[in-house]
Structures are given as structure tokens and as C-alpha cells.
């Protein structure tokens, strides 16, 4: 693994400032010797300079066709291998040469085995409070089988956990973090913030959890005599509310001192790890030993009435043994009941003391005595009895003080087994982490769980049934292990305790350190004050926030109830573990591939569905919360987090999803019309290279509609085109910036989709290629969006203009929809809301194409508080009221609610604002025309122009403009001879277009160009218009200053030209309108008029509307026939605020079956 500085400095993408690349060399670092021995060891030994020299060996020079001095790709340079190994720095070990002064000043890290780093840290996290003080009870409750399978679905989570845990720990280095940094470099950063959050408060909780069962160890059987908080009755028993206070009075303080110490530093308290794994393992062995000496004869004995068992205190009075019979304790069952008026009290008894004897059994009978086989069935109970069914006095009987079953056990427990990740947790400290994760964690897990079960046949087959279900020990006046633990019940009742503190202790200091490894990956804002450290090097404020949460567990105040909210936050993080190994492993990630090999997605699979069976079978109402809390941190990170790109899983998912799910829509065949929704092609125009776009020009506008229009979950792809060279650093530096506009543009507007920018050398050929070969499968684009041409009426031969014609034949022509919105203001996303109306004009039926697009827009906020109004238009032979209903009863059984009517044009008489329209159209054509352009050069012939002059060449103007060879050019420069020098180039080239105007025969009517932008060099224009060579650097500047008010004057020249030539042919025209009419074989009069007459019949009707949606009329086949087409578009839409002209494909996209 190579850091990212080292990777800098391998790979260079360095330009200059003219664009081109600077030259690169792999360099080295070599410092230089100590030793005395000149000027150069001198400097060297007193400031450690250090010089750069080319990486050149042997291997170098036998391989040299491979070196590269300078790249084009984004990385810059590869480098040899060689020099790659040269730099190539472990994370875990140093191999980089240093000085014998650092090696000394640095600090030495421990580099630990299996044993000592892995396994018996981990046996001391999983070994806790819950093993003294609730396993025995458990096995009392629910019998040896069940407790056994209680343990065994627990364990078998763990090692499954545990087998997952250790494949993804071996397929790389686990840094600081541990499951955090697992599952979130594994199922990406907002799954991992999420798990790495829970896992944190599932630690911050574990302290809570030991301290209240440290504080129950201290105050109920190691120092019963600690002042307490509430009223202690006869028998010196608090009552359950106030010994709960005590718990949270006395686990706050141990939680105060375990702050102190934490804060001191991490090293105080790894000085007491060792003295607490000692404490777990002695108070084991002592339990074993325990339950191996065990025997009738030796033990206390305890007191039952029937299957009731007697508190110890009851059997005394006066410190005085009264002993176990009817006679000694008939004071606990009978009393003399209170006399009244009618009757004389008498002497009653409890029932149960009446049908039962009292007898004195063994507490610890042993395994000789056949209490196993008595021990083997559950005595499951409610809140307040002692035995099932029988409920308790607490004064004297020993009770429950909870509701008893299975899954609340099972949900109790759990946390007996959690600390499977310590050894992960440690990576940094081990020697070999590959080998020693996985042998430790899986070895130290086999070893608990073994422990656990063992003690369960030792608990049953060596203490009496009744005697286990006294989960506090008042029968024996102690706690039940610490009684069975041999030689003393002060070895386990003190160790017990230590361990507890220790683990408490532990939890504590890596609870922060989790925290701070989350908040330094700055994906969670709200975190980012507990990334810092203090000058000591800890994460302070983690701690503080850490001890709050604490608290807070401790205010719940008994461990039953601890331990199930400590369980959900294991739970959840296990199983994530587990189905990252199975996702990694199924999508088969080429980065998949860990050491440990004894692994199956099957087996990962199963120990993620086992979590989650837990969790709902347990307290489902904790497992929903919990799962609530991962989904909102989840959406917190997805909509305000940090973008981090860690080659997660489910990226690898989500492309194997893709995948399928694309071959299976392939295979499908054709879509059916169900299925259909607008695959959206927005093709936008960026702002040049060093420019930003307007945060809400056009771009933005065209997005935000598109957007709008993909409520129906569509595809959404904004792409622009940009003349270049692939090759080119300038183009691709382009590229670059129009990608990111894009990108830009549609995160501002909410819009989900990609962005491409295309570098091309001809911009036609660029479309049709990207409407032909963008997106894949069933993803590509089926509707084009394409924005209204500005100042198109100028007459300005821009490209806009020409890339929009060039767009409506290509795409029309390829079979897909088009859209064209026409208007200046189309709502963003982030706007106001629209009310109001969406008219849709239905004049051509395009496939339903027409409906389907409002009906989209109002799945849209921005939208929807608008109503849709349909108008159809009838001819002067339909049958108005039946085209009405019919197309009322169509709309009815597609399901969308619009209000319909139908219009008649009325007069078809032409006007003479139709023939004025109509003459403005022809003029434009014909400006086209007289060029004598080609289909290819009519996009760029104002370049053809503009080279034509460059060259100066009276042949190729001549040919260009149509006329003669000798006469035009020259008799125009022999008129301006009187002009000012500086404005002799301007008078040329007026006078070269009014030549070449009288040249064609129309004289002055027709303007060749008008308002052209011309970008040639000096040199350029003096080879244009005859001028004498240049003199230096500040007569070229002179020269391009006078080049560009050439361009000025001949704009001024050729425009004036044009109006003059409209208003005389207007004027003739109008006088002949009859004639004209009766001539117009081609048919554009009648387009203009109806193209006007429906415009005005909109124009009533929709004036106020928010949306007009129009059918796009057909364009023509060739290009000839597109100026005379966009006047007519503009002529239909003129005065309407917003337009969107639609075109289907006739293919239907909507249909009225369900």
C-alpha cells in the first residue's frame, strides 16, 4: 500500500502556464553520508541536507522504452517498477532508512503475537459482570437444555461473527477503528458512520453496564454495610426503588473516578489490564473447583416450603436459628385475624403452609446427587412469584423481579459474549495482524464458549434448582457462585469486582478513541469538534461526551435492564460484519481477497439473519429503534455528510444489480408502453474555459425542467458538446470545468443524474454520435431536451442557432422525442410553487406523449397545485360536441384528471401581417441561399467567409460571393480612396459587399451577413486587405485594434444594406398579395397563417397559464427547409410566456389499461 504523498510523488500532472506539459522525473531521496570528509559531509552532518537525483539504474537503461519523461493521462507518468518499490512504504512496518538518532528518539511500538495480543485480551472482554451474577440464574430458570440453547444461539452468533470478522480483517490492514473501519471502507461511509455510531454507543453503554453490576457486587455481598439511600424494613432489606438509587449514586462515582484515570492517560490503564484478566481467570477456576468439591455433606443448607424458598433472614430471630419446621416458623404463615362486633376473631393460616411441609436440603448437593436430572426442565415465572404460579411474600420468600422467558433471557445474556473485536481493535500493536486476528478472535471465542457451556452442566448438576433461581443470593445470604466458589466466596466475590472495573475501565478508553476515528473522517459534520486531541495525544472531548452518555445508562439503573439496550447495538454491528463478507464475497470484488480462507458467504448470511432473529425475538420495540436510528444517521450522512470514495461493497452491488437487471430488460425485448418514462437527454450549453455559469441562466433552467419532468423516476443525463482535441490539455481542462458546471447545475437543482461533457472537432458529428451511442441497454436516452436559440432573429450566424437546427433534424431523424422549451423563466426546483393551469394543446397525436409530460410535472413539487386544461383543435367538417366527448371519455380511462375543450380556428383568410411574416422568413432564406453554401458548409459558413478574406484571393471571394473576377472588389477600394487610413479596410469591405450584391442581380435588396464576429490575427488582416508588412509588436496590436473596426463597419454596412432591401420588397410584395397567393405553389403562406391563427386562438385562451405544451410541428427532411421551420415555431409560440414544443416518436407511452 502506497500513502498518498508517496503516490504524488510518483505520478505528476504538472502544466504550465501555456497549456503544455512540464517534464517529469521519479526522484528519489538520499541522504547524504555523516562521516567527515569535505565540505558536503560537513553541511550534511550539521543540517541533514538531503539532495534529488533521477531514479537511473541498470535496470533503467535495459528497459527504457518504458520510461516515460512526461504524460497526458490524468496520473501523469507511470513509473518503472523499480521505482516504484523504491518508495513503496508498509502501513504497518517502516522499511524507509533512518538515522540512528530517530531510531532512537522514535518510539517503539509493541509488537505482540497471538497470545498476548489477541487472545487473552479478548477472553477478558468477553469474560464479564453477567458470568458471576446471571448465568447461574438462568440456568435455574429456563433448565440446563434451554439455558444451553440459550448460550449455544448466542456463541454460535459470535463465531459466525467472529469467521466473517477475521476474512475481512485479513483482505487488508484495519487502521484505527476497528468494525468502523471495516464495514464503512466495505459498504461505504454512510453504513459505516451509521454501525461506526452504533458501536460507539454500544461501548458507551458496556461501561454503564459493568459499573451498575460492579456497584451490585459491592453494596449487596462484598460491603453490604455502605451507607444507603432508603429505609431499610425489620430485616435489613431496602426496598427495590431505593436500592436502585443506591446503584446509580454509587456507579456515578465509580464512573467519576474511571474518568480521572482514562484522562490521565491510556497507559494508566493498560497497567491495569493484566491485574483484571488475572482476577476473570482465578474467580473461574475458583468456580470450577467449586463445583467439583461440592457434596451434601459439606455446604450451607436452605430452607423450602414446597418448591418455595425461604429467605435466610427468615430462619432467624434475634441472630437466634429457629430452625426449618411448621412449629419454628408458624409465626411467618398464621395470625389471628381482627375481631368485630358479630364475630369473635380466630387463627388462620396461609394455605401453602397448610398443604406443604418445610424441609432442609443442600444448597450445593453436588454431582453425585441427581439434581442435574431435576435441574433439566425451566420454571419460567411472572414478576412476584416465587415458584410458577405461586406467588411470593418478599418479606420472607425468595421472588422474581421480573417476568421470566426464553427471549428475555436469551436478550440478558447476550452481552456475556460480546468483545469479539478486540483483536481487531489492536492491529497496530500486532506483529503479524494477518495471522494473529484471526487465530486469537476465533481461538479466544471457541475457548468462552466452551467456559459457558461447561458451566452450565456444572451450575445444574452441582446447586439445587431453587437455590439457582435466587438470582441475589438471599437464601444463602451471599452471592450464589461466590458460595460455590472454592477454597473462599471472597476470591470470586473480589475478583468479580476487578474484572468488572477493568472491563468498565476498558470500554472507556476505547469508546473515545472510536469516536474520534469516526469524526476524523469528517463524513458527520456534528463530530467534528471530537476529532481533535490535546497535547497529551487524547481525545478529551470524545471522553467527555462519552462519560455523559455513560451516565445516562446508569440512570436506567438495574443491569436487567441495561444489558438488552447494550445487546441491539452489538447485534446491529455484527451483522453488518457478517453481510459485509457475504456482499464482498458474492459480488466478487477483485480487491476480495483475504488470507483467511475458512469462510463462506452461506455461513456470513446466516450469522446476519441469527442477528436480526435475536433482535426482533427479543424486545422488537428496542430492535425498531434501533434500526430507526441507523436508517436516520444513515440519510444524515447520504444528504449532508462528506462525499468519501472507498471502493465500498455496495458500490460493487449496486454495478452487479445494474448489471442484471440490464440483461434481464435486454432479453426482455421491446419496452412496453407501461413501462415507458422519459429518458432524459438535456443537451445545455456551458460557459468557456475561466468562466462560471450563472447560478440561474439557461443551463440551470433546462435542468431544472428536466428534473421536474423525471418525477416519474426516469434517467437524466445533462451533456454539452465543445470543439476541441481529445489530445489537447486545454480541451480536456474544458471538459473538465463544463463537467463539473454540469454536475454543479443539477446538484443546485436537486436533480439526480450524470453529467458528460464531449470533445469534438465538428460539432454535428458530435451530436449525432452522442445521441447514437450514449447510455447502455435499456439506459439510454428516448427524449432530448434542447433549449429555444437566443437572438436567433438577428440574423446572427452563431453556432446556438445552427447546433439548434442541426439538433431537431438529427434527433427527429433518429426516432427520439424531442422537447424545446421556449421561455426565459421555467420555475427551478428551488423556486416558489406554481398554481394554476398546464394547457395542453392537442393537435397531433404523438403516442400520448402530449399527456404523459403534465401528468409527470405534477408528481413535482414545483408543480403541483396546477390543473391541466386539454384543447383540441377541430377541422370545419368535425363534429365539434362528439369530439369533445370522446376525448373526455378518452382522457377518463387514462386515468388523468384535466378539464377538456375543443376550439375552432374560425377565419382562414389570409392578412397581410401573414404576408409580412411570411416575407421576413424568405429573406432569411435567402440570405442562406446566395452564399451558395453546401448542406455540410451551412453551418460554418461564416468561417468559410472569413477565410476567404484572410487569404486576400479575389478568386476565392469572387467564387465565395458569387461575382465577377475584375471588377467588384477593386472599383469598391477606388471609391474609398478618400477615407482615412485607419478606416480603409472597413471601406473595402463595405464596398466588397454592396459589389457582390449588384453582382448577383438583386442590387442592393439582399444583405449578404450581418453582424458576423470576426477573430482573425494581424497578420491575417493585413494579407486580407492588402496592407504593407508589419513594423514590430506594437504596430501588430495597432493592426488587430484596426482589424476589428473593419469587422464594425462592414456589420454597420451590410445591415444597413439588408433593411433597405426588406422595406422595398415589403412594400412591393404587400401591393401583390392576390398574385402572390395564387403563385405560392410551396405552401409556406399557409403554414405562416395557420402557424398565426392558432398562435392567436393560445394566446385567448392561455395567456395566463403557467405552462403552455404544444405538439412540435414536423421538421423537414432536409436542411433547406429549417430557417423557414423555426419562423414558424416562432411565429406559433410568439407572446406565450412558457412553451415546451413536444414531438413523440407516434409510439404509444401511455395506454388505459391497467
Known sequence: ????????????????????????????TVRKPTASGGAGGAAAAAGGAEDTRPLKSEADAELAVFVEEDGDGPTGPLPTLNAYLRTFTSPMRNEKEESSDQQKKAPKKAKLGVILGVYLPTIQHIFGVLMFLRLFWIVGVSGVWESGAIVFICCFCTLLTSISMSAIATNGVVESGGVYFMISRNLGPEF???VGVLFYLANAMATSMYLVGGVEMLLVYLLPTL?????????????????????????SILLLIEFVIVAIGVRFVQLFAPISLSCVIVSVLAMYAGAFAASPDRGPKVCLLGDVLLRQHALYENNTYLGCNKTALERLYCAYTNSSENEAGFYRCEESYMRNDFREVPAFPGFLSGVFKENMQSQYTKKGEAAPGVVGNKQRDVVQDIATGFFILLAIYFPSVTGIMTGSNMSGDLADPQKSIPVGTIAAQFTTSFVYLSLIFAFGGTVNGAVLRDKFGYSLNTLVTAKLAWPSHWILLIGSFTSTFGAALQCLCSAPRLLQSIAKDEVLPFLRPFATLNRFGEPFYALLITTVIAECGILVGAIDHIAPIVDFFFLMCYGFVNLVCALQTLVRAPNWRPRFRYYHWSLSLLGAALCAFIMFATYWYYALVVCGLCAAIYKYVEYAGARKEWGDGIRGLALSTARYSLLRIEEAGEQHCKNWRPQLLALVKTAPLGEEAPVEGKCQQIVGLAGQLKAGKGLLMAATLLEGDVSDPVSRSAARQSREQLKSCMDREKAKGFSQAVICTNRSEGLSVLIQSLGIGALRPNTVVVGWPTQWKAESPESEYYDFLDAIQKVTSSGMCLLIPKGDDFPL?????????????????????????????????????????VFSVAGPTDNTLKMREDLRRMIYQLRITAEVSVVELGDSDLTAYTHQKTLQMEKRTALMQKLRLSQKALSSQPQLLLDALRRGSNQAETSLLGGDAGSGPDEAIEMTEAAPKRSTAA????????????????GAKEPLISNCQYTFS???ARAAFRLPPSGGAEEDDTEVAAAAAVAAAADEAVNAAAAAAANAEQADGLGDLTGDLAGD??????????AIRLNRKISELSGDSKLVIINLPKPPRNRDGLNNYICYLDALTEGLNRVLLVRGTGKEVITIYS
Not at 500500500?1 to 506539459?21: C, F, I, P, W, Y
Request: charged letters at 20%.
Open 1 to 28: 500500500m502506497v500513502t498518498e504523498s508517496q503516490a504524488d510523488n510518483l505520478r505528476k500532472d504538472s502544466h504550465a502556464a501555456d497549456g503544455e506539459h512540464t517534464k517529469f522525473q521519479v526522484v528519489s
Open 192 to 194: 459505516g458512520s451509521a
Open 227 to 251: 451507607p444507603k439511600f432508603g429505609e431499610a424494613d425489620e430485616f435489613g432489606h431496602i426496598a427495590e426503588a431505593d436500592m436502585f438509587n443506591n446503584f446509580r449514586i454509587y456507579a
Open 829 to 869: 426546483n428551488s423556486g416558489p410553487k406554481q398554481s394554476g393551469n398546464i394547457d395542453v394543446w392537442w393537435v397531433m397525436h404523438d403516442g400520448g406523449l402530449l399527456l404523459l409530460l403534465p401528468f409527470l410535472l405534477l408528481q413535482h413539487r414545483v408543480w403541483r397545485h396546477c390543473r391541466i386544461r
Open 987 to 1002: 471601406a473595402d469591405t463595405a464596398a466588397a459587399a454592396a459589389a457582390a450584391a449588384a453582382a448577383s442581380g438583386d
Open 1018 to 1020: 494581424a497578420a491575417a
Open 1081 to 1090: 405553389r410551396s405552401g409556406t403562406k399557409k403554414k405562416m397563417h395557420s
